[in-house]
C-alpha cells in the first residue's frame, strides 16, 4: 500500500528556511517522479516543484526558484523540499505527491496518482 506521509512544517518569520519531508512506503522513491504542491488559504493548489525518477531533473515554479530545492534521499526513502528566504506568500499548505504508473517525468505533465496529508507552513511577515 502506497503511503505518503508528510513532516517539518510549522511557523517561520519571513526570511527563515523550512525542510519539509516526505516519508514514502510501498514504491521506492528514486524510481518514480515527485513534487510537491502549495495550497494558500481560499486557493486551489499549485505545484511548486518536481524531481524525475532519475533525480537529477528538477522544475521549479518561478514563485521559488533560487529558494526552494527538491532533493531526494533514497536510501531514507523521502523526498525533501529545502525551503530558504520564505515570504509570507509562501504560506499554507504544502503537499508530497507521487506517480508510480511508470518511471521517468510524467509528473512533470501534471500526473500523480498519490497524495500525502499535507502540513502546514505559516511565514510571518
Known amino acids: 500500500q502506497v503511503q505518503l506521509v508528510e513532516s517539518g512544517g510549522g511557523s517561520v518569520q519571513a526570511g527563515g528556511s523550512l525542510r519539509l519531508s516526505c516519508a514514502a512506503s510501498g514504491f521506492t522513491v528514486s524510481n518514480y517522479c515527485m513534487g510537491w504542491f502549495h495550497q494558500a488559504p481560499g486557493k486551489g493548489r499549485e505545484g511548486v516543484a518536481a524531481i524525475h525518477s532519475n533525480g537529477v531533473i528538477s522544475y521549479y515554479a518561478d514563485s521559488v526558484k533560487g529558494r526552494f530545492t527538491i532533493p531526494k534521499d533514497n536510501a531514507k526513502n523521502t523526498l525533501y523540499l529545502q525551503m530558504n528566504s520564505l515570504k509570507p506568500e509562501d504560506t499554507g499548505m504544502y503537499y508530497c505527491?507521487?506517480?508510480?504508473?511508470?518511471?521517468?517525468?510524467?509528473?512533470?505533465?501534471?500526473?500523480?496518482?498519490?497524495w500525502g496529508q499535507g502540513t502546514q507552513v505559516t511565514v510571518s511577515s
Open positions: 505527491a507521487a506517480y508510480t504508473e511508470s518511471s521517468g517525468g510524467a509528473c512533470f505533465r501534471g500526473l500523480y496518482n498519490h
